[in-house]
């Protein structure tokens, strides 16, 4: 039934009718629930009021997959009026970005002074900017990526997803530069030959992951709305005497809002993950495809606000 369900939620993400018909009548209806609008401008009360809950933002441009270099230069100028209005509005919040939303399909020379803009405002400006991670086509550039501005950036992040096989060698690989990692379970329909096809397999993995990153000291972010990860985290954090200050949770804007209240209780940072744009449909069916129980954690969340 999970496989059935993921199935069906990713085709969905894919149907370009509904995606057009959700992008001219929806938002209203998801707006302030699970997406911050379709300008940055309009997710900035949400992300006053978050913080106002304790809780800080990442945030994120929908709109994936950019075949127009005009389109990918135009979002590059987007995240730098997000950084300069973050830091003028004294938000507490960060940014999250899709390479291929600033033409990585396009030209690697594109995308790389794409990225060098962006993060030239980030350190200049010191917020934090976090290379979202994509399906595993693209795995490799974007570390590539990440790897050789790492050496030249300060305020700049990447992504381990532990479906893949591969993820706790790149983690490895990745080590030397004592890097602020977010570690996230997968979104993607990805082959057998590539990512473990067996949720216990991959919840294994994650918490390999999860224990690999925090034993090595460098700041960690641990995306997860599973209770069980979240128990894990904190019952090894505390045994191995790391300190609340070297992680955070992550959790999607309209999820698990009452978990998240109570782990900022408990003195816990939490950021949430608060999308904006038009194309939130796409990134909607792929939150729901991702785990089951999303389902139930968005259409609550829906409906108490």
């Known amino acids: 039934m999970e496989a059935l369900s993921r199935n069906f939620f990713l085709y969905l993400s894919k149907n370009q009718p509904l995606n057009k018909l959700a992008n001219l009548y929806g938002i209203r209806m998801v707006k302030g629930k699970i997406v911050g609008g379709v300008s940055f401008d309009q ?18 441009h929908l709109g994936e997959y950019v075949a127009d270099p005009q389109t990918a230069v135009k979002r590059a100028g987007e995240a730098v009026e997000a ?14 970005l899709k390479l291929t939303s600033l033409g990585l ?3 690697e020379e594109l995308v790389r002074l794409n990225l060098r803009r962006i993060l030239t405002a980030a350190d200049r400006l010191d917020v934090m900017v976090t290379i979202d991670m994509e399906d595993s086509e693209r795995c490799q550039k974007t570390l590539d990526l990440f790897h050789e501005l790492k050496a030249d950036y300060q305020n700049v992040s990447t992504v381990i997803q532990a479906y893949l096989y591969r993820s706790s060698d790149d983690l490895d690989r990745l080590q030397h530069l004592q890097p602020f990692i977010r570690l996230v379970k997968g979104a993607y329909k990805e082959p057998k030959s590539v990512a473990f096809p067996e949720k216990r397999d991959v919840d294994a993995n994650y918490r390999k992951l999860i224990a690999k990153q925090l034993d090595s000291g460098s700041y960690s972010a641990i995306a997860t709305h599973d209770d069980r990860m979240v128990s894990f985290v904190k019952h090894y954090a505390l045994e191995k005497g790391i300190g609340k200050d070297k992680f955070e949770f992550q959790m999607l804007y309209g999820m698990r809002q009452q978990l998240q209240q109570e782990l900022v209780k408990q003195g816990y940072k939490v950021r949430i993950y608060l999308p904006y744009g038009d194309d939130w449909y796409g990134y ?20 108490q606000k």
């Open 43 to 60: 997710a900035v009360p949400f992300i006053q009021q978050l913080n106002q809950t304790g809780m800080s933002v990442t945030v994120d």
């Open 83 to 96: 950084l300069e209005l973050i830091k003028s509005a004294n938000l507490d919040a960060q940014v999250s």
């Open 105 to 107: 399909d396009i030209s």
């Open 284 to 303: 909607f069916m792929r939150r729901l495809a991702e785990r089951p129980a999303n389902i139930a954690f968005a259409f609550k969340g829906m409906t």
